[in-house]
C-alpha cells in the first residue's frame, strides 16, 4: 500500500507536529466519495483542531512524551483514530498501560469531517 501523501494540511502554518499529524489524519480519513471535492480545512476546522490537540497535550505531557519515545509518533493520528472509535489507536500499539491511560484520555467525544459546498473540511 503507498503512502499516504497530504495534500492540504502542508499549507497549515503555525501548528506543531502533533496538531499537523492529527489533520493528516482527517484529511486521510475523508469519505472516499468527498475526497474529490476537497480544497483545503476550513478555519474553524484548524481552530478546533488546534484547540483539541492543546489540550489534549496539556493534559497528558508526561504520557505522550513516553509514546513519542517508545514509538517515534507524536500521538496526534492516534488521537482522531481513538477518539472516533477507528481500527486502530493508542490502544493497538502494544504499550500496556500507556496506551490504556491515553486511550481512555482520548474519549473526547466523536468528531467527523465533512467536505462542505465550498471545498472546505469541516468538523461535525
Known amino acids: 500500500?503507498?503512502?499516504y501523501i497530504p495534500e492540504f494540511t502542508p499549507s497549515v502554518k503555525d501548528i506543531d507536529d502533533f496538531t499537523k499529524d492529527y489533520l493528516e489524519a482527517i484529511e486521510w480519513l475523508?469519505?472516499?466519495s468527498e475526497r474529490p471535492y476537497a480544497t483545503g480545512f476550513?478555519?474553524?476546522?484548524?481552530?478546533?483542531?488546534?484547540?483539541?490537540c492543546e489540550d489534549f497535550q496539556n493534559a497528558n505531557r508526561e504520557d505522550l512524551d513516553q509514546y513519542q519515545e517508545q514509538t517515534g509518533y507524536t500521538g496526534?493520528?492516534?488521537?482522531?483514530?481513538?477518539?472516533n472509535g477507528h481500527g486502530?489507536?493508542?490502544?493497538d500499539r502494544g504499550l500496556g498501560d500507556?496506551?490504556?491511560r491515553l486511550?481512555?484520555?482520548?474519549?473526547?467525544?466523536?468528531?467527523?469531517?465533512?467536505v462542505g459546498d465550498?471545498?472546505?473540511i469541516y468538523l461535525t
Open 42 to 52: 476550513a478555519p474553524e476546522t484548524v481552530e478546533k483542531a488546534k484547540q483539541d
Open 30 to 32: 475523508l469519505d472516499e
Open 98 to 100: 500507556l496506551g490504556k
Open 76 to 83: 496526534g493520528v492516534d488521537l482522531w483514530l481513538t477518539r
Open 118 to 120: 465550498d471545498g472546505l
Open 88 to 91: 486502530a489507536g493508542f490502544w
Open 1 to 3: 500500500m503507498p503512502e
Open 103 to 114: 486511550t481512555i484520555a482520548a474519549r473526547l467525544g466523536e468528531c467527523y469531517a465533512c
